[in-house]
């Protein structure tokens, strides 16, 4: 059974860190472009990050670069999603998702993402 579940989400205070984890099973994850998303209460859902199958290249939206790095643990199938110096803003559920196996650019685009987890919530608040 394919699965992706997050977690590490939390509340966090402002201008604090957490490190995410999206673990994958019934599927190897380095063969497959692994993006992360978000969506806070009442906004669309909006691509943060994306890693390669191929090479790891990994892409950004510009709102996270420099904040947010992700990275994968190919011996743990897992992908990780570090966000450092958290706004208020950044508050939203998090999630990861798989392409399909033909789907080969790294995109953050939600529509090119066919497989995804339930979610972990991040909170940031003093």
């Known amino acids: 059974q394919l699965l992706l579940v997050e977690s590490g989400g939390g509340l966090v205070q402002p201008g604090g860190s957490l490190r995410l984890s999206c673990a994958a099973s019934?599927?190897?994850?380095?063969?497959?472009?692994i993006g992360w998303f978000r969506q806070a209460p009442g906004k669309e859902r909006e691509g943060i990050s994306c890693?390669?199958?191929?090479?790891?290249?990994?892409n950004y939206a510009d709102s996270m670069k420099g904040r947010f790095t992700i990275s994968r643990d190919n011996a743990k199938n897992t992908v990780y999603l570090q966000m450092n110096s958290l706004e208020p803003e950044d508050t939203a559920v998090y999630y990861c998702?798989?392409?399909?196996?033909?789907?080969?650019?790294?995109?953050?685009?939600?529509?090119?993402?066919?497989?995804w987890g339930q979610g972990t919530q991040v909170t940031v608040s003093s």
């Open positions: 998702a798989r392409r399909s196996r033909n789907g080969r650019r790294c995109t953050l685009s939600r529509d090119d993402y066919v497989y």
């Open positions: 019934g599927f190897t994850l380095p063969y497959y472009v």
């Open positions: 890693i390669s199958s191929s090479d790891g290249t990994t």
